[in-house]
């Protein structure tokens, strides 16, 4: 029996290590056949920076409700889904935080909620189309 679950074991272990390299290798082989996806990432995280750094300097500081938002799409943008469990009652600028950062898991669909994590691609291109909205209400 032992025998028999280290075979599955092993055959798994090789099924996940080909579809790791399968996907390195379509990734690689688009990139040579002249697709600039890795361009395209690059620019993103260079506009997502530049509007983390933008936020700091806002003449006035947006209020916490306005700052939640952004909030959780930069943490989903830099770690991705919530890796910690809710703070207690008592905390609750640390509450509001993992709820703003939970919100991004959440897709309304036809007033149906759907539980998805956004990829850090998507809550970096989220977090700079809302750092732009702020910038131009409350200026820099």
């Known amino acids: ?3 028999e679950r280290r075979w599955e074991m092993n055959a798994l ?3 996940i290590h080909w579809q ?3 996907c390195i290798q379509q990734s690689v082989d688009f ?4 697709g600039r996806a890795h361009e395209v990432i690059k620019k993103v995280k260079a506009d997502f920076e530049k509007a983390a750094k933008d936020m700091r300097k806002l003449k006035t500081r947006p209020d916490d409700e306005e700052l939640k938002e952004p909030y959780g799409l930069y943490k989903q943008s830099v770690i991705g889904d919530v890796d910690t469990e809710c703070p ?3 905390n609750l600028k640390g509450k509001a935080k993992w709820e703003a950062w939970n919100l991004s898991k959440v897709v309304n669909f036809q007033s149906v909620c759907i539980f998805l994590g956004l990829s850090k691609a998507d809550a970096m ?5 809302k750092a732009k909205e702020l910038i131009e209400k409350y200026g820099i």
Request: hydrophobic share 35%; aromatic share 10%.
């Open 125 to 129: 291109s989220a977090c700079i189309s």
């Open 31 to 34: 990139g040579r056949r002249g």
């Open 1 to 3: 029996m032992w025998a």
């Open 20 to 22: 790791q390299s399968y």
């Open 13 to 15: 272990d090789k099924d």
């Open 88 to 90: 207690g009652l008592l």
